[in-house]
């Protein structure tokens, strides 16, 4: 049974949607996701730092207890059209205490300004930025939620395709990785979910990507080959209409050889993390203890090898 802070968290969410216009420019969408949480506050004791990778900026987020050669590169999410290093900076934090990593959150292009394969290619570099830098690919962890989530594994696709050494770990937060919409809980999770809608999620991803294929393996990795890529943990929320985007997504990385753990949060909606409830803390905390041991266990097999 979820907790009453998240009975609070999810009927604020469901005014919050309740009173959104029924058409909002992409601006105006931009303003009111920014107004709902870039003001988290976040602890007094971290460290923020804005850089530029070329032309994306970005934002270093770390944590006292921060190992300076280990790195969570973090995609924020917002349909590919929204968010920005404000509106994660609070999420970015939390991941950087608990994982002991400096958090590293771009702010790449958006559609519908900035279209397919804008965002991918902004993630690639950052990615590339960090080897560059000096820090091991076994430790850097990768991740993002929802389209951040999509986009992280179009990186990985990417990466790995290039001939890229890839990253110790990836963490996925309610990630879209179906942009058809054909997964059954589209519609049997519909009238749980307070922040999504399956007309809203199908009509998205035209701004991003146009007229081209949904199924494209970089737009829907679920029809990607999963071959290769690290090991990943999935976290999604019971009552989303996004959860059979990870459900098959683990299905299909597994069946590809892939290590891949999901993780299914009972009562919890599209990217709970974000919100302050017992149960984020928890998602957090295991998030945490699940980095850490990928990270020990690369670390270890270097110092073998």
């Known amino acids: 049974m979820a ?3 998240s009975l609070a968290e999810r009927n604020r ?3 919050y949607v309740a009173s959104q216009p029924k058409k909002l420019t992409i601006q105006e969408s931009r303003n009111r ?3 709902l949480l870039a003001s988290i506050p976040i602890d007094p004791d971290i460290k923020t730092e804005k850089i530029m990778i070329e032309n994306t900026p970005a934002e270093w987020v770390i944590a006292p207890n921060a190992a300076r050669d280990r790195v969570f590169l973090y995609l924020h999410g917002g349909a590919y059209m929204l968010g920005s290093l404000n509106t994660h900076r609070d999420l970015a934090a939390k991941l950087s ?3 002991a990593t400096r958090v590293l959150v771009i702010e790449y292009r958006l559609a519908p300004e900035h279209p397919f394969p804008s965002g991918i290619e902004d993630a690639v570099t950052a990615y590339r930025w960090l080897l560059r830098s000096g820090i091991s690919p076994e430790r850097i962890v990768v991740g993002g939620d929802s389209a951040g989530g999509g986009l992280t594994m179009a990186m990985l696709l990417s990466l790995r395709d290039a001939g890229d050494a890839l990253p110790a770990s990836a963490i ?3 990630p879209w990785t179906d942009m058809e919409g054909t997964g059954e809980s589209m519609e049997s999770r519909a009238d749980a979910d307070p922040w999504l809608n399956p007309e809203q999620n199908r009509a998205a991803p035209f701004l991003y990507i ?3 294929d949904r199924r494209h393996p970089l737009v829907s990795p679920i029809y990607a080959d999963l071959q290769g890529l690290p090991p990943m943990l999935v976290h999604v929320g019971n009552d989303e209409i996004l959860l059979d985007d990870s459900v098959r997504l683990v299905e299909r990385a597994n069946a590809a050889g892939v290590e891949a753990t999901l993780k299914v949060w009972e009562d919890m909606w599209h990217v709970f993390q974000q919100f302050t409830t017992p149960e984020a803390s928890k ?3 295991e998030i945490g203890e699940y980095v850490k041991q990928k990270l020990e266990n690369e670390t270890q097999k270097i110092s073998t090898e």
Do not use: F, N, P
């Open 172 to 174: 996925l937060l309610s």
């Open 97 to 99: 205490r608990s994982t």
């Open 3 to 5: 907790s009453k802070e």
């Open 13 to 15: 969410l469901i005014e």
């Open 210 to 212: 146009g007229s081209m």
């Open 283 to 285: 998602a957090i905390d």
């Open 33 to 35: 996701l920014e107004a």
